[in-house]
T-cell receptor
Framework: DAKTTQPPSMDCAEGRAANLPCNHS???????VYWYRQIHSQGPQYIIH???NNETNEMASLIITEDRKSSTLILPHATLRDTAVYYC?????????????FGKGTLLTVNP | NAGVMQNPRHLVRRRGQEARLRCSPM?????VYWYRQLPEEGLKFMVY????????ESGMPKERFSAEFPKEGPSILRIQQVVRGDSAAYFC????????????FGPGTRLTVT
């Protein structure tokens, strides 16, 4: 699986959009970009995933650059409850499609 | 629709005792995954089970650890003769279909070995 690079921490004001970047310059054609988050002392939570098109769901939007070497997770109106560690993971399709491994991620702190 | 349930939420065991961690998947989910998160480390896959079958236990330590998902009842992660290094948060996740990264996690069981 391709390696990802995320900033270790970010701050965001409550009510503003939070834009979390992720670099995955070695991503290959059959690899998806997945985002999870983990609120302190809770289990990880699936947010969204995409291959090459931009994706949106009730939680967030995922913008993937045309060359697929980076992506941005957007929380349109951040709330205090969105304070969490956000993990960007690149995962192959096919084979063992279930083993999740999280690295350091980005600690997003939403401030009042 | 209730989420993934895990109990107990906190478990304290002395060295040499047994720890039993339970996981009830979301309604309609028949695939269960167990993960371990050591202090200050990332999440690591341990085992993937379907009802009555272990599909992949490649992340399980070779000794003392076992998992099951019986036809009826919750999935159980069992750790025999616990040691201090087993202290960690153990998370269970479930999915409605097989071999997917879209997994729904429980709140975890925090095991402390004294």
């Amino acid at each position: 699986d391709a390696k990802t690079t995320q900033p270790p921490s970010m701050d965001c004001a409550e009510g503003r959009a939070a834009n979390l970047p992720c670099n995955h310059s070695t991503i290959s054609g059959n690899e998806y970009v997945y985002w999870y988050r983990q609120i302190h002392s809770q289990g990880p939570q699936y947010i969204i995933h995409g291959l090459k098109n931009n994706e949106t769901n009730e939680m967030a939007s995922l913008i993937i650059t045309e060359d697929r070497k980076s992506s941005t997770l957007i929380l349109p109106h951040a709330t205090l409850r969105d304070t969490a560690v956000y993990y960007c993971i690149v995962l192959k399709s096919g084979g063992s499609n279930y083993k999740l491994t999280f690295g350091k991620g980005t600690l997003l702190t939403v401030n009042p | 629709n209730a989420g993934v349930m895990q109990n107990p939420r906190h478990l304290v065991r002395r060295r040499g005792q047994e720890a039993r961690l339970r996981c009830s998947p979301m309604k309609g989910h028949s695939h269960v995954y167990w993960y371990r998160q050591l202090p200050e480390e990332g999440l690591k896959f341990m085992v993937y089970l379907q009802k009555e079958n272990i599909i992949d236990e490649s992340g399980m330590p070779k000794e003392r650890f076992s998992a099951e998902f019986p036809k009826e009842g919750p999935s159980i992660l069992r750790i025999q003769q616990v040691v201090r290094g087993d202290s960690a948060a153990y998370f269970c996740a479930s999915s409605p279909r097989d071999a997917t990264y879209e997994q729904y996690f429980g709140p975890g069981t925090r095991l402390t070995v004294t």
